[in-house]
């Protein structure tokens, strides 16, 4: 079956070290998106990929870096320089750039201490 | 910037009711999509509307494009049912980028 993969589920970070959270497709998807959710807000768009080798910043894109060197594959780096890390990430992919049909990772909520 | 507005923020039903959850937006849309979040945290898009009605289950979605707002009903409730469900819009020409709502809370007691 066809879907999204998010790893790991829950992740624990000390304080400045940076962590990468996996998303897989094998959707055959060109677009992919980061979003960060907070308590009492809606999702936040954080890097957003409509083909291989590029990327684009959302809204709070300041202390993540993102990569798509495969179609299948968005992987979100959260570094020291996200000064609220805590937080629970969502990646999805969509059919091109319109966010049609739209799929959702299980999310990973990582918590910095 | 569309802004999207959820009512109500919490649902609390008894199994069997009818129930209906509401999301308006400011400006032009291109599409909305209706989502259900689980406990868990995983997302499932229920419907994505552009114009009119559609049925999937005991879940409908209708959209009024003119008066900016669309409707979830469901049917026949469960606690089951019990889930954050999220109305998020897509606009502008690329369509790349969603704007959510803060999600209805809806629980359903046996």
């Known amino acids: 079956d066809g879907g999204i993969t998010q790893s790991p589920k829950y992740l624990f970070r000390k304080e400045g070290q940076n962590v990468t959270l996996s998303c897989e497709q094998n959707l055959n998807h060109d677009a992919m998106y980061w979003y960060r959710q907070d308590p009492g807000q809606g999702l936040r768009l954080i890097y957003y990929s409509q083909i291989v080798n590029d990327f684009q910043k959302g809204d709070i894109a300041e202390g993540y870096s993102v990569s798509r060197e495969k179609k299948e594959s968005f992987p979100l780096t959260v570094t020291s320089a996200q000064k609220n890390p805590t937080a629970f990430y969502l990646c999805?992919?969509?059919?091109?750039?319109?966010?049609?049909?739209?799929?959702f990772g299980q999310g990973t909520r990582l918590t910095v201490v | 910037k569309n802004e999207v507005e959820q009512s109500p923020q919490n649902l609390t039903a008894q199994e069997g009711e009818f129930i209906t959850i509401n999301c308006s937006y400011s400006v032009g849309i291109s599409a909305l999509h209706w989502l259900q979040q689980h406990p868990g945290g995983g997302i499932v898009s229920l419907f994505m509307l552009s114009s009119g009605k559609k049925k999937h289950g005991r879940l409908i979605a209708t959209i009024n494009i003119q008066e900016k707002h669309s409707s979830l009903h469901i049917t026949a409730s469960h606690p089951r049912d019990s889930a954050v469900y999220i109305c998020?819009?897509?606009?502008?020409?690329?369509?790349?980028?969603?704007?959510f709502g803060k999600g209805t809370l809806l629980t359903v007691n046996p």
């Open positions: 998020a819009v897509s606009s502008g020409g690329s369509n790349y980028k969603l704007t």
């Open positions: 999805a992919s969509s059919i091109g750039a319109r966010m049609l049909e739209a799929f």
